[in-house]
């Protein structure tokens, strides 16, 4: 069963924001937008963690998280807090209601994840790869360049190319799945390793890197995850 991470805010757009970042994760994303509604999913639903803005109606998320850590059934669930950026009473406030952790907003996407990351390490839980091979290009600063896809995941794709990006590099990519299938995939990524010759984090693959998708772009996603249900079977 996946993990279940319940994102509580009353602005939408925050709750938007936060999906975005876990969208090609594999944790089963829920959602609150008080903490009254919270504290009844919390009950119900038992999530794993709970990521929640301090300043809501009805119930605040440090009420909210006072009331679960005052239950024993539900106090070893844990909780991030977020605040707006320089609101020093606002974090003491969160941290006395119990919480284990805080987020200030608005929210950076490296940041997030790693505040995810240490309290769900199944964040970074990698599918199967699938030995794939297909040119590709791809753009960063402005840049275009091309190399050749070794393998794939729902998460992301191996590039063998000369071109060297450095880890946290944004990259813009086309590739097809099927050699004459007309079908260009169209995504965004972020390097998360690199080999290089002088550095080899994986031996048996050549130089490149390995990148994480961020987003699938349009009718691109459903091609590509029918196109991976295919070849797992």
Known sequence: MPKKVLLVDDAAMFLEIQKDFLKMSSLSVLCAKDGLEAFEKVRIL????????????????AECCAAIKADPALSSIPVIMATSAGKDDDHELCRKAGCEGLLTKPFERGQYLDAIR??????DRRESRIPFTAAVRFQAFCVSMTGTILDLSARGIYVATDFELDVGTEVVLAFSLSEGSGSLMQAKGVVRWKNTSDNRLKEKYPPGFGLEFTGIAGDSLSVFQRYLAKMSM
């Not at 999530?47 to 929640?52: A, S, T, W």
């Not at 240490?118 to 964040?123: A, M, T």
């Open 46 to 61: 038992r999530p794993d963690l709970l990521v929640m803005d301090l300043h809501m109606p009805r119930m605040t998320g």
């Open 118 to 123: 240490r309290f769900i390490p199944e964040l």
